[in-house]
């Protein structure tokens, strides 16, 4: 199999450690936009927030997330990590698609309703056990998601082997 050149492997991981850090600051943004909730005034405000942390779910995160897998596929592809020769890049692998796969089945999906109920209600929806069931889910979804990204930084640059028995 093909390997990089070092300067195409430099220009691989310059790109990869760019959208890791894009995704998992936007999921932290996302997540933070929460707790502005108590400044919240009106139904237009309500929307707006809604609106905005769907825009940067949409047009930022799951870029850098679908960017992240594709540099991820090319390191496993050309060069000697492999997809499943260390167990922390299979681990990798694991949680990279589990994230993405949930996100779509049900993060995007989420914050898709709560723009329609927030749109629909306006301030009201905070009162809105559907659209409380929502945030609530997906506020543990962004703690779940985003720790599990960060800790799997951490593996990245740690490389951990796995203990003798």
Not at 109 to 125: D, H, R, Y
Request: hydrophobic fraction near 50%.
């Amino acid at each position: 199999m093909k390997q990089l050149s070092v300067s195409q492997n430099k220009w691989l991981k310059s790109i990869h450690i760019l959208a890791v850090g894009i995704w998992v600051t936007t999921g932290l943004v996302m997540f933070l936009l929460h707790f502005m909730r108590s400044r919240i005034e009106t139904g237009e405000q309500l929307y707006l927030m809604n609106q905005i942390i769907h825009f940067i779910d949409m047009k930022i995160l799951v870029p850098a997330a679908v960017l992240c897998l594709i540099t991820g596929w090319i390191y496993s592809q050309f060069t000697k990590w492999g997809y499943l020769k260390h167990g922390w890049i299979t681990f990798k692998w694991i949680i990279t698609l589990s994230i993405i796969i949930i996100g779509t089945l049900f993060s995007g999906p989420w914050i898709e309703e709560m723009v329609k109920i927030s749109g629909e209600l306006g301030l009201k929806a905070l009162n809105s056990v559907e659209y409380q069931r929502i945030d609530k889910y997906q506020t543990l979804m962004g703690v779940c998601m985003n720790g599990t990204l960060i800790i799997t930084i951490f593996i990245s640059v740690f490389k951990p082997k796995r203990a003798n028995k």
